[in-house]
């Protein structure tokens, strides 16, 4: 039977983190044997809020080594780079021309991440890219025909959005686009800042205690869990709205170690915060250091240019033909009805 395709990728705006690696690329290293996987670097996601060059290569480089190093299979997924593939900017535009302003303006993220910029930098300079991030991201989706995209809850409206359009140009010009679904991980856990676990894990926050990377030094790690904020209760209980710090120790262990939340409450009774903090320690540590090692022995290869290229090909074959067709219906490509 033909394997659905799924496509998902992570933004380069930062060091890859352990709430990227929980909600994100493990469960597409579980999936890859049952679907046919596209899995991109998103540079171009990644220039909509300010970055200086050196830093945005570092992090294309060192997202596309994670992604093998945290087990993607080059002969299983297709992984490449975004902007290698002009089809996404291309149809990003088209799309564009089919997208309200309103619709736009409404989408939560940009209401978020353009009033964090006017806080953090004190400027009311909002790239129009960070307006436009969902219309890429419907470009990114409907391009490979996409059954499933695996999304966490603030990716939810995004996705709406990519069905939205792709229902409109389907009216308009004609059967075009696959009508994409969102996909939810069996574990499909959020996780949060470790120094203020009322809000997620980012890569782009500005206090380096408050998320572990994935290349992070595993001394540095062992104390970003120990100073992780919990309460002052003692008391080893999943309960995510009054102790939200307790709460993502667990889910991270849980995650982790394949282990269900009611057997750790079980295995931490009577057990102090220390306990708890000890035993995420040996997961995270475990998992850093294994993932670290096949970084370091894949970095500089030449195997990792062979599987991008590989991935590249692949993904521009795809690409190319579902923008010919758009071309065609639209009537771009004024040779053909
Ligand atoms: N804290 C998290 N817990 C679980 N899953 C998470 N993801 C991100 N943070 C967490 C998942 O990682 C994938 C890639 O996300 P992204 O880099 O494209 O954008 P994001 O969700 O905005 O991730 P960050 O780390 O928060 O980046 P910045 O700081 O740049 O905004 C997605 O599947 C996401 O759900």
Redesign the pocket.
Known sequence: MEKKRMI????T??KI?L??Y???LKNFVDLQDDFEMYIFV?NL?GITLPIDKETLRKNIKETVALYFACGLDPTKSNIFIQSDIAEHAELAWVLTCNTTLGELQRMTQFKDKSNKVKSDNGTEFIPTGLLMYPVLMAADILLYDASFV???K??KQHIELARSIAERMNNKYGEMFKMPEEYHPKVG????DLQDPTK??????LNSKSYIALLDNIEEVKKKIKSAVTDSENLIKYDLENKPGVSNLITIWSSLANLAIEKIEKMCEGKDYGFLKENVTNVVVSLLEKIQSKYNEIYNSDDLEKWIESGTLNAKKAASKKLRKVYNLTGLNYKRK
Request: proline share 3%; hydrophobic share 30%; glycine share 18%.
């Open positions: 998902s990728g992570i933004t705006t930062g983190t709430g990227n929980i909600g994100a998103a996601h695996p999304v966490g603030d990716q856990a959020k996780i949060l997620k894990m980012s890569k782009s926050s």
